[in-house]
């Protein structure tokens, strides 16, 4: 193992995505799955990651708690917002960087992770796709070079994802917003239906589709007098955002407190 390996705690271990992560992680010669933690309760609680994952997989028991002599150098949540809070109290108690891709988070959410970044280094990301990533700088600097241009954001997921528009949806509004330098509040329209009358200047459209077994679709559409561009990306595997939350906790660890951006990590050597 190598003299530099980063002990990786996953938080949410027992969902999708947590245990995409920690598949993902196993490809990564530079990360150590140190702890894999679980709800209360868990019917995963007891058992190893090699039950579940494999003989190649490391002989880790799942836990509902961190051994407080496991050694965390990151903290990956993506437990949801009900286990938000707790995950970044664990990573603060820890000091250990904290990387997180839940979304639905409260203001007061938001503002304790703002907290958290003088203290440790933190990367939130409402997608940790790397193409998403790149569509988010596309998405600003289209907004800035089209700024007249009406815009309509379009997002598809499976049936039982359970809030609307998507935060990577949201993200990309607050993308093209900042590239117009307007506040998304103030021109965000969500859906609409009936007799809505012409579309105001400057709105940033949200649609969301819901069905079947999508992983994840987003669509942006700049129009203009005679023309139109479209941005999109469309994820076919899970496997992605968690390829990408394993390059963003092998980046993060080691960094300075801060907040960082999923934008930081494009064009790292070491990023593919």
């Known amino acids: ?21 920690l598949r993902a992680a196993g490809a990564e010669p530079r990360l150590r ?30 836990s509902a708690v961190l051994d407080p002599d496991t050694p965390v150098d990151v903290l990956v949540d ?50 940790f796709s790397l193409g998403v990533a790149l569509l988010m700088r596309l998405a600003r600097s289209a907004a800035q070079a089209l700024p007249s241009w009406d815009c309509e954001i379009v997002e598809m997921h499976h049936r039982h994802k359970l809030d609307a528009p998507s935060g990577t949806a949201l993200s990309l509004g607050e993308a093209v917003a900042e590239g117009r330098g307007l506040a998304l509040d103030a021109c965000a329209v969500h859906g609409r239906s009936g007799r809505t009358g012409e579309r105001a200047e400057g709105e940033i459209g949200f649609h969301a589709l819901r069905g079947g077994d999508v992983v994840g679709e987003h669509t ?24 990408g939350a394993v390059v963003a ?16 990590i494009l064009g790292d050597a070491g990023a593919a």
């Not at 639905?104 to 003088?118: I, K, V």
């Not at 092998?250 to 960082?260: K, L, T």
């Open 249 to 264: 906790a092998r980046w993060i660890a080691g960094q300075a407190p801060g907040a960082y951006s999923i934008d930081r």
């Open 220 to 243: 942006l559409v700049f129009a203009g007098p005679g023309e139109r561009l479209e941005l999109a990306h469309r994820a076919t595997d899970r496997e992605v955002f968690a390829r």
């Open 1 to 21: 193992m190598p003299a530099t390996t980063i002990q990786m705690a996953v938080y949410g271990a027992g969902g999708r995505m947590g245990q995409a992560i």
């Open 78 to 127: 993506f437990s949801g917002a009900h286990g938000f809070d707790a995950a970044l109290a664990l990573a603060l108690e820890r000091r250990a960087a904290f990387v997180s891709g839940t979304t639905g988070l409260s203001d007061a959410q938001r503002r304790a992770l703002d907290r958290a970044a003088a203290d440790i280094a933190v990367l939130w990301a409402s997608n």
């Open 33 to 62: 799955v140190s702890a894999a933690l679980v709800r209360a309760g868990s019917e995963l609680a007891g058992r190893t990651l090699r039950d579940i994952h494999g003989a190649s997989a490391p002989d880790l028991e799942f």
